[in-house]
């Protein structure tokens, strides 16, 4: 039986694909958020098959990250599929995690960069694991600074989220390079336009008259939207690759350059005081 951990599943096209891999799995559930009440609510209305397990986790929080890893650890051996699909679009003035981060960010990239560094030792005890990263093709749209990560000598909220998506992307293929010689997949893709909340909020204020008929002829349903999730939530996959519709796609210059990727793992490190393993092999 799998183990499956994953973020953002109680909204957006998570819902769905939590149902999805619901109906096709027999596994157990860690789901990672922060209201229990939520959750409950929607079990509820439509109970999943499969165990399920609520871990209380706010993604801007590091010790709360650090105290779900802990309940995980607790009751799992190893854990096959660990899905970082939560995300956030920031308000227009820029916000702060709980450890004093550009929210963007903290939930978007660095999350995922200590959640899946922590998780490390039971998903090599999978022996065939899967990590996959949700990014978007709004990554190519990325403007960031090697000078001030957290933009707060420029902030804009679209351009902070792009750029976590950004990043979504060198995270994956600076980790699938780290752990090549293990069991261990990692890829990321991206979902589309998708009609969540999350849409209805980063939609330009100045043109939301449109935005009923935008959401009716553009965006795709969130079942689409985890459709790809769904494809890569499964062992034997290459690794370090970005997917849109189930296929791997080019991604921008910036997000092939080393220098960059470097960058960002060096200030990933130094923002959430977390390293990796020296060695990132199977036993670690």
């Not at 960010?105 to 995922?112: D, E, K, Q, S």
């Not at 707060?152 to 950004?166: F, G, T």
Request: charged share 20%; aromatic share 10%; hydrophobic share 40%.
């Amino acid at each position: 039986m799998e183990t499956i951990v994953i973020t953002g599943a109680t909204s957006g096209f998570g819902v769905n694909w939590l149902y999805q891999l619901d109906e096709t799995k027999q596994c157990r559930f860690f789901i990672l958020g922060r209201d229990e009440i939520k959750f409950k609510s929607l079990v509820s209305n439509k109970p999943l098959k499969n165990e399920a397990h609520f871990v209380h986790c706010r993604l801007d929080s590091l010790s709360s990250i650090e105290k779900a890893i802990s309940e995980i650890q607790n009751k799992a051996v190893k854990v096959d599929i660990l899905i970082n699909n939560a995300g956030v679009w920031s308000s227009d003035d820029i916000a702060f995690s709980k450890d004093d981060i550009e929210m963007t960010l903290a939930v978007n990239h660095l999350a995922p960069f200590v959640l899946t560094g922590m998780l490390l030792p039971l998903l090599a005890k999978s022996g065939n694991a899967s990590v996959v990263n949700t990014a978007s093709f709004r990554h190519k749209d990325a403007n960031p600074s090697t000078h001030d990560i957290q933009l707060k000598q420029n902030y804009s909220s679209e351009n902070a989220y792009c750029n976590s998506k950004l990043y979504s992307v060198l995270f994956t293929q600076k980790l699938a390079s780290l752990l090549s010689n293990t069991q261990i997949s990692v890829n990321c893709f991206d979902p589309g336009i998708v009609d969540t909340e999350m849409l209805r909020k980063a939609f330009p204020k100045s043109i939301a008259f449109v935005y009923p008929l935008f959401r009716k002829l553009v965006a795709r349903t969130p079942e689409k939207g985890a459709q790809t999730g769904i494809y890569l939530s499964k062992p034997n996959l290459t690794t370090g690759h970005y997917y849109k519709d189930c296929k791997i796609r080019e991604v921008s210059k910036l997000a092939s350059s080393h220098t960059l990727s470097d960058w960002l793992w060096e200030e990933s490190e130094k923002l959430t005081g977390y390293s990796y393993p020296v060695s990132l092999e199977v036993g670690v």
